[in-house]
T-cell receptor, first 114, second 111 residues
């Protein structure tokens, strides 16, 4: 099992550019999450999904959009990148039956917006 | 989710057991205790969780007091690769809000 994978690992964007971060999991998890982590700070939840075709806003959703067209994939989009979105982005997934406390995280995507 | 209190930092000699405490005196009956760690620059890693019984897996053991107001994560034979920040989280399993990691305990394993 590859677990949770994220693509790309690193990216540099100019202000106003757009991009999509891909998260894929091969554990058949129902729940998936996108977090961001700024230096020296804790994780903040951007969006999450409790199943294919459903998404919900987290703590800091502004400036981001998500889609969950397939159970194994959760995409995070930045339509018009801003320097404030420079961060490390982590995707996570969990089973519905075991609850959302047991989350498995990907290795992260380091995004810099200049 | 109930609030947790952990020491800021701890040291442990390689090969010895690392015992990381966590206080969660306001835990409610349906809340579990979860432990994660984050090694520098990597994604958080789930370690173990429990409700009221002691739990053990290939990574660690979790000891929860009878009154459930505190717990201890035990790494039986710490290695240098176990150097990380360890987080104790208390939450109901079907809470879909973010995991609140708090400040955690920075464990330094030395040779």
């Amino acid at each position: 099992n590859a677990g949770v994978t994220q693509t790309p690992k690193f990216r540099v964007l100019k202000t106003g550019q757009s991009m999509t971060l891909l998260c894929a999991q091969d554990m058949n998890h129902e729940y998936m999450y996108w977090y961001r982590q700024d230096p020296g700070m804790g994780l903040r939840l951007i969006h999450y999904s409790v199943g294919e075709g459903t998404t919900a806003k987290g703590e800091v959703p502004d400036g981001y959009n998500v889609s969950r067209l397939k159970k194994q994939n959760f995409l995070l989009g930045l339509e018009s990148a801003a320097p404030s979105q420079t961060s490390v982005y982590f995707c996570a997934s969990s089973f519905r039956t075991s609850g959302s406390g047991e989350q498995y995280f990907g290795p992260g995507t380091r995004l810099t917006v200049t | 989710d109930a609030k947790t209190t952990q020491p800021t930092s701890m040291d442990c000699a390689e090969g010895r057991a690392a015992n990381l405490p966590c206080n969660h005196s306001t835990i409610s009956g349906n809340e579990y205790v979860y432990w994660y760690r984050q090694i520098h620059s990597q994604g958080p890693q789930y370690i173990i969780h429990g409700l009221k019984n002691n739990e053990t897996n290939e990574m660690a053991s979790l000891i929860i007091t009878e009154d459930r107001k505190s717990s201890t994560l035990i790494l039986p034979h710490a290695t240098l690769r176990d150097t990380a920040v360890y987080y104790c989280i208390v939450r109901a399993p079907y809470n879909t809000d973010k995991l609140i990691f708090g400040t955690g305990t920075r464990l330094q394993v030395f040779p």
